[in-house]
């Protein structure tokens, strides 16, 4: 092969190579995705808002800092009108804390947006999807897993997040996660397709999804916003989001579709009503505890007993000296 003909390949190469790529950006919508680096560091983020103590780095969005009572959330400008979609979110949660830490941050696709709340940072009876990956190690009540937790929930507008059951009356599925203080990037993929609604993860460095739930019957409307939000309370963490991005799944499908899509209500087939709010009962005393109170019982005897013992040896004394 001559020089011309190599030059020739190589130019061949490089157009395909620029039309997968472009193929590609048409299939990841730029106005609902956020890709390193940041742009407007600081100041503003194309295609998207932020609020409360979120902190915009090229490398990174920090939601909130490893400190008390921080919140923030990070929303998206566009409505979305793509019926079936998927996300991946790249982030990273790590802070000082090595067995107190939260509380977590949440994924939405809601009708509200930039209204900052008590839940993750964001509005309660909210109307959308939530995805919530609850790291709130102190966790609340008696329940069958371990924390960090990713969990779903849709909510119509008419539901409160019950934070003191980490929303577990009202979820739609959940699933176990381990993604904090890890020394590499952590993932969790949201697809939502035929209204199926699938979440996996990426928590361990394979660069494989492996599967969280799966919830058929999902109803949500087009023309709802994408957003992320955290917050921190008597217990805290850095919420850091590395990148969001938005992929197209629609086929074949016309606008007049997607605009009558725009009028249902978000609403699953297999969730479960919300349940009666039961106090959690009274924690009994830790081994701690019982083992202080048996210290202290031990030398309140054995004073007693020095006490006894000299009162007597004194009085048997003064006896025998009369």
């Known amino acids: 092969m001559n020089f011309g003909e190599c030059i020739k390949t190589t130019i061949i190469l490089l157009l395909a190579m620029l039309m997968v790529c472009n193929s590609a950006d048409e299939y990841m919508k730029r106005e609902h995705s956020l890709v390193r680096p940041f742009q407007g560091v600081g100041v503003n983020l194309p295609n998207w808002d932020f609020l409360g103590h979120t902190v915009v780095t090229s490398n990174y969005i920090r939601l909130t800092p490893d400190l008390q009572s921080k919140s923030g959330a990070l929303w998206n400008y566009s409505p979305c009108m793509t019926k079936n979609w998927e996300v991946h979110v790249t982030f990273k949660v790590h802070g000082k804390g090595s067995e107190l830490f939260g509380d977590g941050f949440a994924i939405w696709y809601t009708k509200e947006r930039m209204v900052s709340g008590p839940v993750f940072g ?9 995805i919530i990956l609850d790291t709130y190690s102190n966790h609340n009540g008696p329940h069958n897993h371990q924390h960090p937790y990713l969990s779903a929930m849709v909510n119509n507008g008419t539901w409160s997040y019950d934070h003191d059951r980490d929303g577990t009356h009202t979820q739609l599925s959940g699933c176990e996660v381990r993604f904090r203080n890890v020394n590499f990037d952590t993932h969790v993929a949201i697809r939502y397709e035929n ?45 850091d989001i590395l990148s969001f991005k938005f992929y197209d799944l629609d086929t074949d499908i016309t606008p007049e579709q997607i605009i009558a899509r725009a009028n249902i209500i978000p609403n699953a087939k297999t969730f479960e009503p919300p349940r009666e709010h039961k106090d959690d009962p009274k924690p009994g005393m830790s081994n701690t505890k019982i083992f202080f109170i048996l210290l202290f019982g031990m030398l309140a005897a054995v004073a007693v007993a020095i006490f006894a013992i000299s009162y007597f040896k004194e009085k048997n004394s003064r006896k025998r000296f009369y």
């Open 195 to 239: 209204d199926i609604l699938s979440v996996s993860t990426d928590l361990e460095n394979r660069n494989e999804w492996k599967n969280c739930f799966v919830v058929n019957n999902v109803e949500l409307p087009t023309g709802y916003f994408f957003g992320l939000s955290a917050t921190t309370g008597d217990l805290s963490d850095n919420h």
């Open 122 to 130: 964001s509005k309660d009876h909210f109307s959308g999807l939530a």
